[in-house]
């Protein structure tokens, strides 16, 4: 499986960007996608991520209303919408997955995830 994600750049406080990953080697009909962020000097955080089936999508609180996780089956692509974006959403996202069987709690964690693409950087200027 690999993962292939873009879309990031500078953009001004309050902006918006889109995410992509693209996956291949895999498709969507199981397992999690997932994103995450590193700021520099931190730890990397969940983000966003849902489960293949049920459609089951949790996000960390720091981004709720502001971001969206989708996806798309046919280009087995996953988005990141980001809106209203601050300063502090600065960092390097990384999209991650696994075609394991995940339960929904454990979509946040880091260690659920075995595939991880190399991360593209954004960054919220003010």
């Known amino acids: 499986v690999q993962l292939q994600a873009s879309g990031g750049g500078l953009v001004q406080v309050g902006g918006s960007l889109r995410l992509s990953c693209a996956a291949s080697?895999?498709?969507?009909?199981?397992?999690?996608m997932g994103w995450f962020r590193q700021a520099p000097g931190k730890e990397r955080e969940f983000v966003a991520g849902f489960r293949s089936s049920g459609g089951n999508t949790v996000y960390a609180e720091s981004v709720k209303g502001r971001f969206t996780i989708s996806r798309d089956n046919a280009k087995i692509t996953v988005y990141l919408q980001m809106h209203s974006l601050k300063p502090e959403d600065t960092a390097v996202y990384y999209c991650?997955?696994?075609?394991?069987?995940?339960?929904?709690?454990?979509?946040?964690?880091?260690?659920?995830?075995?595939?991880w693409g190399q991360g593209t950087q954004v960054t919220v200027s003010s």
């Open positions: 991650a997955t696994t075609p394991k069987r995940i339960i929904v709690s454990a979509i946040p964690s880091q260690t659920s995830y075995d595939f």
């Open positions: 080697g895999r498709t969507f009909s199981s397992g999690i």
